[in-house]
Structures are given as C-alpha cells and as structure tokens.
C-alpha cells in the first residue's frame, strides 16, 4: 500500500445501488469508480487535539471549538482513469467536518 493523503475532488452518483463517489479527479486524470469494495467511518485521536489540551490547560486557549471528532468516512473502491487503462484499488477519505475529499492510498 502506498499513502498519499493527497487533496482530490470527488463527484459523487450511484455505484451499483449506492450512493458514492462515483468519480475523482487526481493528478489531472479523472478516475471512474467501478466498484466499491467497502466503507467506514473512523474519528480521529480526539484525545490530543488542541481542544482537550486547553480543557485539561495544557496548552493555549481555543477560540472555536470546531469538529472534535473529527469523523471521516473512508471508501475503499476500484477504479480506473480509462477503458484501457487497468483498475486499481484506492482508499478516498471524506471529512464530514470540512467537507474535503482527499486520497488516502492506493493498494499495490
């Protein structure tokens, strides 16, 4: 697997019977998701943000509290840039805080 954490911008349709990103565009290539192999949510390591370390005053005061959690949902999908091209399996992370989606890796 090799991690990117890359910035992409996902349009998103149906996949089948579900609703998801149906197509990304990453490195001036737009990518159609053929199939997505599964998805979850994970929330991030909310016990060392910025918030809880000014609650507990370990650090500066925090004026905007924003999204503690942090929860993203990460899709793990197939995808393809063309009919030609061979499809590969890459893991898109969407930001329920910011609403940004970015690449998180591609399997080998």
Do not use: C
């Amino acid at each position: 697997m090799r991690r990117y954490d890359e910035e992409i911008e996902v349009r998103t349709g149906l996949i089948g019977s579900q609703e998801g990103p149906a197509h990304f565009s990453w490195r001036q290539r737009i990518w159609r998701v053929l199939q997505v192999e599964t998805r979850w949510l994970e929330t991030a390591d909310w016990w060392r943000s910025a918030q809880v370390e000014a609650a507990r005053g370990d650090g500066p005061e925090v004026a905007d509290a924003g999204d503690l959690l942090g929860e993203e949902e990460i899709w793990r999908v197939v995808a393809s840039p063309g009919a030609a091209a061979r499809a590969g399996v890459y893991e898109l992370a969407h930001s329920w805080g910011s609403g940004q989606w970015r690449l998180r890796a591609v399997m080998d």
